[in-house]
């Protein structure tokens, strides 16, 4: 259960309406997922997510949309949100992620947390090289 | 400074200079960056670590050399490891990554890593949608 | 499920009855929430983990109760952990938070955690004047 | 050193002239801090992340300056950002707090931390109480 | 829900019996938990994942096999990942583990992120003698 | 540099004195380093810190010595602390800790990251057999 209190309808709120709608239009679905109906309880925390979420995600960007999803689905799994896992994993599905592509994703996330473990572990200093190049 | 002594000439054992050559070899290179140099301290783990990096990263698989490295990335933001963030960066940028592509990563990042707090600040329960999704 | 054994009745033990008493009395309800109730597998455990929380937070003390809860709660969503997000927005809310503020709380943790990933993306150098300041 | 190369006379952008301007006339003060100077690669995520910090932390809301400021240092620790720690901790200290404050913020955190891994590492489950609080 | 379809009868993949057999043979049980069931999506990702775990988990090394999976605990409850704290606490105890190493093993994870939280927070500049040491 | 003034002569503070020469009897050295040198801004959370530290890694206690440190060791990598990292590495090694064994632990550290966020991503359900041994 959410820590606030779910709200009965919460679309009898124009604000929550607009944003609900707008949800739907973006996406071409009926369907609103718990992450919004959740933050309904906060008009404008909601509006400025979806705001968010809507001009990076939903927009065409210098990066493919499923590129998009797949660098957020890796974000969610390095920060432990269970909820963003399974919401990201199934939009990158319905932007045609194939098996052997989430297999793969999840292999690479899972490489570079080894890989990050042992950098961290070991103290490894950066290389001039990589300091030089960004520059 | 790393937490293992550096070793001066690590090239002298012939394990480590197999791996050596072969990052050069493979990355078409001379360059050979500390995370490897400082891994030769335990052969075994320099060629495990190799191996896979090598296996995943360096060969043609589902997801093209840029994504993967853009999900890498990602994932050593989110786990704190600025060794990696640096070698990391530098390797995509080695692979195309423009800086239009590099700041959308950045804001992809750091709105799932808001929308990850959010979602674990509310603890909102997974879609039932989700679920029979990936059924 | 916990990974521990839940007991019986804990209480049976004079060491945990005498901590559990304690936590009713400085709390004023006869509630004693799981946490307590599993680290009831080891009461010296038990007993100096209540005695930190007791001397920290319910003691009066340079932040009052409310910032106190309010900080304890943006730690436990960053470190992703569901039971104490549960138990400290409820003992914030205790505590008076209102709804207004738990939106402005979950927002900035979230702001927190978009420019925690951002400045670690880009690996920026820490400002001379923030240095001299601690000076 | 930053991931992208710093610019030299960042503020010849008028886009990024203008931001900066609206740094130093909100904070009253000459000093552009790193992380601005930086994110100026990139007028658009420049603006829109200035944009987000402004709003909610240099505008009158329903918490305090101070109490912001300290929320944002703890969620700063939690996610090992470095440099968010030096200047959120600069701005908290610029908002009033004295070293006992400082000493207690760095308590709680050390303490929300312990009961974090605790909580984790006995998967304790979550008091129906705290649920029927969120209804 | 796992976010991927569970097979219905995933030994049916010959790659996956062997793997699962293998499983059997080492842990000398019938009982193939679900992280591996799971795995069995992608068999290639499930025989890397077996073997490295075999090989590191499964045979004698440097390290005693109820240290390896006390570190295997902590990292597992660092990285709040909730099943692998549960299949690696039963693994410990499968090991001999006793409850009073059990709280203690909790004691130091808990203690340790607490002190990570105070040098992170106060930003402990890394004593010259620790970098000699490593000389 | 930390984000507290260093003091001067810390040990003219007769508190600090104490903890300082505890450390030093404790220990059987004459260093202290710096996390309780930076402590010392507050003698209190200096005084309780070191008792805890004290209590539970230089007394004798139901786990030997070394494998404390490696415990340690582990989540200092995992919350990516790297004083820590540096500290309990150099803990671990007067200890007696190998290069043989720095090197199993940072594997050990670096497959648990890697199965931690496998099953993070795979949101693998816990098996009721690990539910079961707990009972």
């Known amino acids: ?28 679905t009926d369907f609103v997922n718990n992450l919004w109906r ?20 939903a927009a065409p960007t210098a990066l493919d949309p499923l590129t998009k999803e797949l660098i957020y689905v890796a974000v969610s799994i390095a920060n432990s949100c269970s909820y963003c ?19 793969e994703l999840l292999a690479i996330v899972a490489l570079a947390a080894k890989t990050n473990h042992l950098a961290t572990g070991l103290q490894v200093p950066v290389d001039s ?3 030089a190049a960004a520059r």
Chains 1, 2, 3, 4, 5, 6 share one sequence.
């Open 85 to 103: 896992v399974h919401s990201h994993t199934a939009a990158a599905r319905a932007k045609g992620m194939t098996d052997a592509q989430h297999a």
């Open 129 to 131: 090289a990589f300091e």
């Open 38 to 57: 959740t933050l309904a309880f906060d008009p404008s925390l909601l509006e400025n997510t979806w705001t968010e979420v809507k001009r990076l995600m």
């Open 1 to 28: 259960m959410s820590t606030v209190k779910p709200i009965d309808d919460p679309e009898r709120n124009p604000r929550v309406k607009a944003v609900f709608d707008d949800i739907r239009a973006t996406r071409k």
